[in-house]
């Protein structure tokens, strides 16, 4: 009597805990913060909680064979595409095209036209033999991280816009300077040429004359006045050059080079080696632009890489204008390298070469280390300056 009865107690107790455990998970599933759903093999609905309802913007009748695959009313992938139920990620999943799907996103519209985006994760069910007997889909609304995400990226955007016209004003505004320093240039070297210039020179013929009818002991002190009047005439007449050279203007970019490097040969006891691949006349501005970053190049050369000697290349070619200036010396520190690499500010030199550069078009390239510094600077021309320009000649050199 008593062994009949034992086996019906625990086959209730057994069943008890199933129930209670049955609806443990139903009330999990109800109440979960995710929206659920599952559609047997077929796709049809057999299972939603709560949270997929209120997702949806309806609630569709488990069961119903007109719902399969989802109980949305209008299905949208993320570039707005319209997606229909057969071509959503569940219907993949139970057709065997995915083995499952994880963080999807997905746009769901409701009945009332409003649209939330999801993020779907979809896992097949399958019985013993691996067939797939149905799958299950646990989503959740990102809609309002999107909306973050989009406003952040929008202030972002709006950050960039705010740079890039500050950065085209300051760029503007340091052209203008450096223009304003080239005429600057170019008045103080005519007021030093027609004017000092031509003073000390009348002052010498002046003092020539005066020494035909001196005496003797005057004649000594004249030659000396003679002298420094001369030195003063020379060197006033070489800072007018280098404020702004008249063979640029006169003769063109060539034989202001030669002149230039000649002199700071001679200046600076630097050994300069000139390669002039030679062309036609470019256009004032390109001349005035490579001669200044030869300039700041060789003066660069003379004051930091105690470097005894220095390698000039220019080539005039039908697309682009080369400039190249290489020494042998110390190098650019690795710092100021790094800074100039980055589109930081760098030295006044290195970036006063860029912004000038820039200006047209043009890019400088600078390789540096232990064996030397090598600065490249390239300028297109455009069809009609490239028209202007004969075909090379032989290189020449000094």
Known sequence: MNATRQPTVQSTKRLEKALNERDRYRALFEMGPIAVYSCDASGVIDNCNQRAVELWGRDPKPGDTDERFCGSYKLFRPDGTFMAHQETPMAEVLGGTLAEVRDQEVLIERPDGTRVTVLVNIRPLVNERGEITGAINCFYDISERKRLEEALQGSHDDLERTVEQRTAALRQLSAKLMHAQDDERRRISRELHDGISQDLAQAKMSLVALGRTSSAEQSGTLTELINLVQKCFDETRTISYLLHPPLLEELGLKAAVNWYVGGFASRSGIRVKLDFVDGKRLPANLEILLFRILQEGLTNIHRHSHSPSADIRIALGSEV???????????????????????????????????????????????????????????????????SIRPLAKSTSS
């Open 321 to 387: 204008a080369l400039l190249e200036i290489k020494d042998h010396g110390q190098g650019i520190p690795a710092d100021l390298l790094e800074q100039y690499k980055s589109g930081a500010a760098g030295g006044v030199g290195l970036r006063s070469m860029r912004e000038r550069i820039s200006e047209v078009g043009g890019q400088v390239e600078i390789e540096s280390g232990s064996q030397g510094t090598l600065i490249r600077a390239m300028i297109p021309l455009t069809e009609r300056e490239a028209k």
